[in-house]
Nanobody
Framework: QVQLVESGGGSVQAGGSLRLSCAAS????????MGWFRQAPGKEREGVAA???????TYASPVKGRFTISRDNAKNTLYLQMDTLKPEDTAMYYC???????????????????????WGQGTQVTVSS
């Protein structure tokens, strides 16, 4: 069974940085479209960043220029480097992978959580002002 395990969350002050990791098992990250999503209390889950099998990345507007998604194929791990964090970044962050062979033609679909099949349990990020 595919497993995605996130780590790296925590509490930081505004302006700080965190790096989230997502270790995959029973799934090789390189050929999959993978993404990071977040959900704050009382809000819908939203896409943050995604990366396709070719390594092309897509970012939601609120995080563009501050967050970087990357993938280490040798370690079978997905990362999200988060810099210049803001209080509005506070949320539970989830790693997800699309089903095999799924292709995302544009940013809207790449950041749509309903397009993803496999999900991790989440890691909490809290940013204080």
């Amino acid at each position: 069974q595919v497993q995605l395990v996130e780590s790296g969350g925590g509490s930081v002050q505004a302006g700080g940085s965190l790096r989230l990791s997502c270790a995959a098992s029973k799934l090789t990250v390189s050929p999959y479209c993978m993404g990071w999503f977040r959900q704050a209390p009382g809000k819908e889950r939203e896409g943050v960043a995604a990366i396709d099998s070719a390594g092309t990345s897509t970012y939601a507007s609120p995080v563009k220029g501050r967050f970087t998604i990357s993938r280490d194929n040798a370690k079978n791990t997905l990362y999200l480097q988060m810099d210049t964090l803001k209080p509005e970044d506070t949320a539970m962050y989830y790693c997800a992978a699309a089903a095999p062979g799924v292709y995302f033609p544009n940013a809207d679909t790449a950041l749509n959580p309903f397009r993803y099949t496999y999900w991790g349990q989440g890691t909490q990020v809290t940013v204080s002002s």
